[in-house]
């Protein structure tokens, strides 16, 4: 069974610009979630989907939005981007069948911004 | 104060000790605790969940459960120099959200 896979792994962009990751969850899972992770914050939860519709939102700004599709992909923006969203961009899904809650995480797209 | 705290480390003990990771949360109404586990450079890997108070035992890896005191913990046992890792400790898990501790970090030495 294949994992959760996101693109792309590694992106360098300047401020301003705006930016698309794309993550596709294990087969299966209609739940993806995003985290952002930083040295300083640790992992913070951005926001979650299910069918295609946000449940769940944390408390970033709108520059970061996501949607879903019909198939479970994913894909979260950022828009009019800052220093300070260098990160590592996590994607887990999760089947949400019994809601336990459990996670998995893809290997996570590595912004840059300069 | 954070939602949930872990031991800042970090910790180092040596080859097939035991390793004790410690977390505490805020939130009374929570149900639902997660390990994962951290390789650098690598994304989390989920390795134990409990749901109800007490262990749960899976290999090397038990993780105990006091809601009273709004604890949990993870013990490694015969720490191998594999585990070397920052471990995470999250609670809760509704639509996605899991709020995440800042990490311990463990170095198992030889």
């Known amino acids: 069974k294949a994992g959760v896979t996101q693109t792309p792994r590694y992106l360098i962009k300047t401020r301003g610009q705006q930016v698309t990751l794309s993550c596709s969850p294990i087969?299966?899972?209609?739940?993806v979630s995003w985290y952002q992770q930083t040295p300083g914050q640790g992992l913070q939860f951005l926001f979650e989907?299910?069918?295609?519709?946000?449940?769940n939102k944390g408390n970033f700004p709108g520059r970061f939005s996501g949607r879903q599709f019909s198939n479970s992909r994913s894909e979260m923006n950022v828009s009019t981007l800052e220093l300070g969203d260098s990160a590592l961009y996590l994607c887990?899904?999760?089947?949400?069948?019994?809601?336990?809650?459990?996670?998995?995480f893809g290997e996570g797209s590595r912004l840059t911004v300069l | 104060q954070k939602e949930v705290e872990q031991n800042s480390g970090p910790l180092s003990v040596p080859e097939g000790a035991i390793a004790s990771l410690n977390c505490t949360y805020s939130?009374?109404?929570?149900?639902?605790f997660f390990w994962y586990r951290q390789y650098s450079g690598k994304s989390p890997e989920l390795i134990m969940s409990?749901?109800?108070?007490g262990d749960k035992e899976d290999g090397r890896f038990t993780a105990q459960l006091n809601k009273a005191s709004q604890y949990v913990s993870l013990l490694i046992r015969d720490s191998q120099p594999s585990d070397s890792a920052t471990y995470l400790c999250?609670?809760?898990?509704?639509?996605?959200?899991?709020?995440f501790g800042d990490g311990t970090t463990l170095t198992v030495k030889p």
């Open positions: 887990a899904s999760s089947s949400d069948k019994s809601n336990t809650g459990e996670l998995f």
């Open positions: 087969s299966g899972h209609r739940s």
């Open positions: 989907y299910f069918s295609e519709t946000q449940r």
């Open positions: 939130d009374r109404g929570s149900q639902s």
């Open positions: 409990i749901y109800s108070n």
């Open positions: 999250a609670v809760n898990g509704y639509a996605g959200k899991s709020t």
